[in-house]
């Protein structure tokens, strides 16, 4: 607020947060130069660590090395597709997809979560256009 002090938690250009993970990984490496540790020897340790105890180590030390992949879905065009139709219409082209196979529910889901998300997007748009229109009159007549 005007004409009140800063704190110790309000950032300016002399308190500014600190880089994520290049901050901290920084950190960790001066703290391991102090324990006469380098970067490699850190990993040996960790791997040591997760071959002796398993369990959680092992199990992290095993999603780096091998990371399970994001699933992703392959593209689909859909037929007759309503591009210039209403939301409902669009819905109801994905319900009809899903209910003769040509795309799987999961798939029609998504899609039709899409859908709805951009109507409540076109929403909030045009009640901001309704909003502003309404200030711009209650402005006018002062």
């Known amino acids: 607020m005007a004409g009140t002090k800063p704190n110790q938690t309000s950032f300016t250009s002399d308190n500014q947060p600190k880089k994520g993970g290049q901050w901290f990984r920084t ?69 009809d997809c899903i209910t003769d196979g040509t795309i799987p529910p999961d798939v029609g889901s998504i899609l039709i979560e899409a859908i709805s998300k951009s109507l409540g997007i076109e929403e909030t748009t045009e009640l901001a256009k309704r909003l502003e229109a309404i200030e711009k009159l209650l402005e006018e007549k002062k």
Request: charged share 30%; glycine share 8%; proline share 6%.
């Open 27 to 95: 950190k960790l490496i001066e703290s391991l130069k102090r324990k006469g540790i380098t970067e490699d020897g850190f990993i040996d340790i960790l791997v040591e660590r997760a071959i002796a105890d398993g369990g959680v180590f092992l199990q992290e030390l095993l999603k780096r090395y091998n990371p399970v992949p994001k699933q992703s879905h392959k593209s689909i065009t859909i037929e007759g597709w309503p591009k210039n139709g209403t939301p409902a219409e669009k819905a109801n082209k994905v319900l």
